[in-house]
């Protein structure tokens, strides 16, 4: 297969999954793919361009880091393709290495609201979220991380490793369990894959039956994101669309074809509204969820013009 459509399919079938890490590797896609396109003639090359980012944006609706990521690199310019080529490699090293720092700054901001001897209820699998859990950790504050399966992809399987290879004790409960385990849990955290204008969050679906059983229990919900995962096309009233995966990842075909009045509903994500959040750790601050509008203006750069132009990346 060849390497653009081999990271799209990667992505579509989640072997590379997550928000940062689908925006990090579709970035860096852009920027190999650029150095593989050979021609000299600028608009072949711009054309080449934009159906990189169309197919590569296509993969997977929900995560906001994913247009945001692409946007980042299709803002490149140049009077050359060569200039182009090197401006896109800057782009997209520049939006890799932002990533990566954005992860870690969250983790020493989100720390800071971990105490010691803390039990954390977390949900899916979050590099972000990870991130501060792993700096509490290392700031020497004893914690217990309860984590959920996630099913029906079990990204808890891979939360439970990472958290593990951290030395952070951790149990493993099923999804069901959460409202069972909320009285032993002090906060809760977890990631995002898009945040909207009004502070509403959409992440792994689960995620607001958490916390919801969170605020029914009076515990402080910490949603971890990056300000890319904020969604600037909410501004314009545009709601975050909803994957929808396929049936076999709940119920395999044959076991299903043997009824005949049953079908599979599998939203991966769901929304959070604000109400339920106390705090977004991003890595310009913990903000309410209500200040989320700010972020969208101050740090992605967006004005409502450059939406509606024709330049638009949709769904970002
Ligand atoms: C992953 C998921 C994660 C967010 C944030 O869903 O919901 O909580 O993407 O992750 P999926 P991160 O497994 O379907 O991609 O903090 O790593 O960006």
């Not at 490793?161 to 369990?177: C, H, M, N, R, Y």
């Not at 849990?185 to 958490?210: E, F, P, R, Y």
Request: hydrophobic share 40%; net charge neutral.
């Amino acid at each position: 297969m060849k390497p653009l459509s081999d990271t799209a399919q990667k992505i579509k079938n989640m072997e590379i999954r997550g928000a940062g890490r689908i925006a990090r590797a579709a970035a860096s896609e852009l920027r190999d793919y650029s150095e593989r396109v050979s021609t000299s003639q600028l608009d072949e090359f711009n054309r080449k361009m934009k159906y990189a980012a169309q197919l590569l944006i296509s993969t997977r609706p929900t995560a906001v880091s994913l247009p945001n990521a692409v946007r980042t690199v299709m803002r490149y310019e140049g009077n050359s393709v060569a200039e182009a080529k090197e401006n896109i490699k800057k782009l997209a090293d520049g939006f890799i290495l932002n990533s990566e720092n954005a992860v870690r700054k969250i983790g020493e901001i989100g720390a800071r609201r971990v105490r010691d001897g803390d039990t954390i209820m977390t949900h899916c699998n979050s590099s972000a979220a990870i991130s501060i859990m792993a700096a509490a950790h290392k700031a020497g504050k004893n914690i217990n991380v309860i984590t959920t399966e996630s099913r029906p992809r079990w990204q808890g399987h891979l939360t439970i490793k990472q958290l593990d290879e951290i030395g952070i004790k951790t149990s493993l409960i099923v999804d069901s369990a959460v409202r069972y385990f909320m009285k032993e849990a002090d906060l809760v955290v977890m990631g995002a894959d898009a945040v909207t204008a009004n502070g509403s969050i959409i992440n792994k679906i689960g995620t607001s039956q958490l916390a919801l059983c969170a605020h029914e229990a009076r515990k402080n919900v910490i949603i971890a994101a990056e300000t890319y995962k904020f969604s600037p096309r909410s501004l314009l009233g545009e709601l975050i669309e909803i994957e929808e995966r396929n049936s076999s990842e709940v119920i395999a075909d044959e076991k299903l074809n043997e009824f005949k009045h049953v079908s599979v509903k599998n939203p991966a994500f769901d929304v959070t509204p604000r109400e339920y959040i106390d705090l977004i750790c991003t890595e310009v601050g913990a903000i309410p969820p209500e200040m989320a509008y700010i972020i969208i203006r101050e740090y992605l750069g967006w004005e409502l013009g450059d939406m509606n132009s024709g330049e638009m990346i949709p769904n970002a």
